[in-house]
């Protein structure tokens, strides 16, 4: 329903902000590392929106980038996480690294997360893991070779199959990474595919 929300910002508070679109005061749920990197107030913003609609409650959850946007609505797939979870796993981790922690199994990763034990970290990366087309997965058995363009050509495995879990294509990642330097590592590869994505 609504795909963003620009306006002025009016209150910024822990746990939500509410933007005034011409005399509408929106009241938006958001993480607090989303609320912090929002400007002052009085200043104009533009927050991605996610509309949570119940029998008894309808609620506007907030983010700064498409990709959070993605990763909160991947995490309220997963069973037994609702949205207040989701937002907290948000507070404590970006996409990038939440997608890493999901392709490589991180379990320890993600079960440090606020509310989120090690059944349910396990149910996250069996879930979302399962989003992404076997035959373009990652092969939990593949070999190690030590060789510099073996390990570059990992790292761009890894950022593709990790992009995935954020809900791209594999067409999109392609194009999106073209020109991206193997010799970063695979977060700031995710990082500058992420940006290239966002165009």
């Not at 609320?35 to 008894?56: A, N, P, Q």
Request: hydrophobic share 40%.
């Amino acid at each position: 329903m609504f795909a963003y929300i620009k306006g002025s910002l009016e209150i910024k508070t822990r746990g939500y902000i509410v933007i005034d679109v011409n005399g509408v005061g929106y009241k938006i749920f958001m993480s607090e590392t989303a609320i912090e990197k929002l400007g002052e107030i009085g200043e104009s913003v533009k927050v991605h929106t996610y509309l949570k609609v119940r029998e008894d409650d309808m609620s506007l959850y907030g983010f700064n980038t498409n990709e959070e946007l993605r990763m909160f609505e991947l995490l309220l797939q997963v069973s037994g996480i609702g949205a207040k979870s989701a937002i907290a796993i948000l507070s404590n981790i970006t996409p990038s690294q939440f997608a890493i922690a999901v392709i490589t199994n991180d379990v320890s990763k993600i079960k440090s997360l606020p509310g989120i034990g090690p059944k349910t970290a396990q149910r996250i990366i069996l879930e979302l893991k399962d989003k992404i087309k076997s035959e373009e997965a990652i092969s939990e058995n593949r070999t190690i070779d030590n060789t510099k363009e073996e390990e570059d050509s990992e790292k761009i495995t890894e950022a593709t199959s990790a992009l995935q879990v954020l809900g791209y294509s594999k067409k999109e990642i392609e194009k999106a990474l073209q020109k991206v330097e193997s010799e970063l590592s695979v977060e700031e590869i995710i990082k500058i595919g992420l940006k290239n994505l966002a165009r």
